[in-house]
């Protein structure tokens, strides 16, 4: 990492400190776990804070029973007054806060606010005797991106250090309006450009909850920990290139990217039509995915708030088609997945195929060094500069990874260039779903990344994500319930003939014992706008892995 | 107009000059009007088309009948073999063939192909009982940019004169496979640069069907007639700027341009986002545009084959809302509409106050200025140059509209300019969104052009339709019944404090004499993927016009 320059000691330092105190003052200090509990070489030393969670039995049986409750019985619980919306609060936020203090996971709580919120809310159902909306008395927590009017959104750079954001998200405000509750909003990388949960503002990594040696990969990285520790009843990511896919395959939740414009898009890329960027829910449950998009879009009708999201209801029905076909791609084409992501597809094949209501085959990459391509060059278009430009505003230090992505970048494409991607990519996303149309194929089943969680500053790119950003495919994230075993996944043999530098760096730098216990995600996608057939799948092929 | 050059004589001539004679040679000899009926004097004698079709009763009293019924009752005849898809065919032949010499509309017939094609219908349902879709039997016409496999489609350049497209558009592959039968394709501007039905293949310039000495308009210049004339039961254009309004408006019919992905959009322009292009219908009856949405939609199911549109249906419902809110805008703060555009908009508005259910309300301009150089700048952003390289091709004369067309292109805009746009764009569709959701105004009611139809090569550029294509919000031309009167329709004192060129030139040199009997039509727009109410709109109001 860069070494800190002068001005920036001077000028930007104080307020970093001055960001870094108000976090911690804003953790609400009843929750808090007793300090000698919680590890001081979490770093070096292998923790996995959910399993400590619930082997110490750091919460009541009660606060146990309310925060593990999927969404729907959670809302109906509520709705029923069995619990009050300030209970529920604060068993996540109790939640939330050990979570925090095991994985520095958040950038900034706002407990008296929400307390205030969840109490009218109680007041509004005793009053009315109905909820406010379907996610009434939800505790929510939201990635930086998606902001809140009133507090800071910095997307990982110091010099927004100070930004306040003058209006609300609108995936924030379609929530609100339907009755969550916000409390806490959380970490992301610097700039948001790379897969780790570090920036120079918290001054802390934000750890892997199942192995803390590990990172959560980014960008929703905050939420991936929120979601895998449940700490909300709902976790909100950000997806562009895999930003919520990813977070969630390391660090062992579910996270669904939606076809883009279905629900608001991302803050940090407006105005980019090349390449889709979308909010969208993140949770260990899928059935929360499934809640998050039915009512988001039925109840939140988010086209009345913003003319570019696509006005389409979100169709509700039954939870499987007669025959699911799914396609396995165990190879993209360039790079090889490792041996854990391996056995998770295969895993996941086999489960699948001793279903006898879906059918497995093989589904071999379309135009991978192409789509690769593409999506490289849509992400330097046009912005590559532009972010240089923020982080350049503070001089302040880059990581490594950081460094690294910056060097993609600088090239200034012409509109006709852009033109001619877009084309490329028009024509790449017709190749898909006229195969998948051809041969009815419903969902592809294929890695999330080729490896599983590294250790910080050591992940390659992803090209399993990024290729359904460009074409704008619906995409998720779930859990094989598979961790990698350094006994079971080791490499067989030597290999040879890598096809890109990638693969060569993941396989040549493979140490089994690194990724310990990290959790085996695998990926589904569907066809565009089929988010609805792909959420039952998910919610399907998750309960055939128990 | 420029002059041919050496090699355009020696090289290209010839091509062309073959591509006139297959054009002639296509025509169905025994449906020609005897040729003394035909005017010599068209380009400088008005002559309205339409009304010599009934006064001279060119067709049989069972042609008439078969030709001016709606699709929906022409369809449910075909199907309960009332008309046979031959008898059909037949009769709008004819009056496509009538049509052709009163005003050359046509690229191209292949009544043969067509023929057989509906002895085929006729088959299978006397064979099956059943039709093979909605569009069974009905003689759909096509703009030459919805290009058909095994035909020329030259989108206007002498260098794609001998261009025979390998695939068929996705609309014509819809429609078709609903059975349609297509047998006419027709005309196009020079280039598709402008609002004039001319170019440098066809060698006769298409005419007003209403009055023989004004421009159709354009792009969609020979759908436009096609559609006024009835010389088919669905025309279809395209549209990007205007191109499916502007030559609705100028020629007498009604065209729709749905909201961008919910069908096929054009050919010119893939790879383009900044500015959505589409596919529309155009007809004389607004049922027939719903007609056309409803089926290719719902039965076509366009997403299967074409992975960038857009997976909704299209919502049937009753035809009017409880209340309709209207908001009209006489003025789009830029250009003045001449009077008898003015005179249209006060008829519409009177029309609309008098009926129970519509509220009628005034509706000012947003960022008018803003939105205008938007558009110009996404015209000309990337293929400004690629334009030029197609006519430079040839090296064909340019005609006086396709010069001007030239000069505003040129500049190369960087994909981050780009962005900037675009993200300007989208924040302006907010604007307009927000204030329609909140003052609740379901449709807005305005002018398609400052002026209706004038002579040649000499209309203005059109900013009442383009700002619909850049916000990417539906609208459809629908006509009064009013038409130009120069009695009525005249300049009342002086005019000064002209806002832009546009205005000075249009206001300075009308001459009320000119637009003599041209049609007065206005444009209806709604809310983004709220097609479905606008033409609900269309139909209501046009029936309130009577």
């Not at 998200?169 to 339907?178: D, F, M, Q, T």
């Not at 059935?287 to 003319?307: R, S, V």
Request: aromatic share 10%; proline share 5%.
């Amino acid at each position: 990492m860069s070494l800190p320059s002068a001005t920036y000691k001077a000028e930007w330092l104080p307020k970093v400190q001055l960001y870094r105190q108000r976090l911690a003052d804003s953790i609400p200090k009843e929750y808090l776990l007793d300090d000698t509990k919680v590890p001081e070489d979490l770093d070096t030393v292998p923790f996995n804070a959910v399993s400590f969670l619930y082997n110490e039995k750091l919460l009541s049986e009660r606060e146990f029973a309310i925060t593990d409750l999927k969404c729907e019985t959670l809302a109906a619980k509520i709705a029923a007054s069995e619990y009050s919306s300030v209970e529920v609060l604060k068993a996540f936020t109790k939640r939330a806060v050990i979570c925090h203090q095991l994985t520095h996971f958040a950038t900034e709580f706002f407990f008296d606010q929400a307390l205030e919120r969840a109490a009218e809310l109680d007041a509004y159902l005793e009053r009315t005797g109905s909820t406010v909306g379907p996610f009434h008395g939800l505790p929510i927590s939201l990635k930086d991106e998606l902001h809140i009017r009133g507090k800071v959104m910095h997307l990982g750079n110091v010099s927004r250090v100070e930004t306040v954001s003058e209006t609300s998200h609108i995936s924030a405000r379609v929530l609100e309006e339907l009755g969550a509750v916000f409390f806490v909003r959380t970490n992301i990388p610097q700039a948001m450009l790379f897969l780790d949960g570090v920036n120079n503002l918290t001054g802390r990594r934000t750890t892997n909850p199942i192995n803390s040696t590990l990172t959560t990969g980014g960008s929703s990285s905050g939420e991936a920990v929120s979601a895998t520790f449940r700490a909300a009843a709902l976790s909100v990511g950000t997806d562009m290139g895999g930003s919520i896919r990813l977070p969630a395959a390391f660090s062992g939740c579910l996270g669904f990217k939606p076809t883009g414009k279905r629900i608001a898009n991302g803050t940090g890329y407006n105005g980019q039509d090349a390449i889709q960027t979308t909010s969208g829910p993140m949770s260990k449950y899928p059935e929360d995915l499934q809640f998050f998009m039915k009512h988001y879009i039925n109840d939140g009708k988010p086209w009345t708030k913003n003319a570019s999201l696509v006005r389409v209801p979100w169709i509700t029905g039954p939870a499987s088609q007669k025959l699911l076909k799914v396609g396995i791609m165990y190879d993209d084409g360039v790079t090889r997945p490792l041996p854990a992501i391996e056995r998770g597809l295969r895993f996941a094949a086999e489960k699948l195929d001793a279903a006898a209501d879906v059918e497995v085959v093989e589904f071999f990459p379309i135009k991978p060094q192409e789509l690769l391509e593409l999506g490289l060059r849509f992400f330097s278009l046009d912005d590559g500069p532009a972010k240089l430009g923020v982080l350049a505003e503070s001089n302040e230090p880059l990581f490594p990874m950081a460094q690294e992505a910056m060097n993609g970048g600088g090239k200034e494409f012409t509109a006709s260039e852009n033109r001619e991607l877009t084309f490329t990519r028009d024509a790449i996303k017709d190749d898909f779903n006229n195969y998948m149309v051809e041969y009815k194929i419903d969902v592809i089943l294929t890695a999330v990344h080729l490896n599983v969680a590294t250790v910080p500053q050591k992940s390659t790119f992803s090209l399993y994500t990024l290729p359904f950003n460009v074409l704008d495919m619906p995409a998720v994230t779930i859990q094989t319930g598979l961790f990698q075993d350094p006994a079971v996944d080791v490499i067989k043999g030597e290999r040879t003939g890598f096809r890109s530098d990638m693969e060569k760096t993941e396989w040549s730098g493979y140490n089994a014992e690194t990724h310990r216990g990290a959790p085996i995600g695998v990926q589904l996608i569907g066809k565009r706008f089929y988010d609805e057939e792909l959420l039952n799948a998910a919610i399907y092929f998750t309960s055939l892995f128990k």
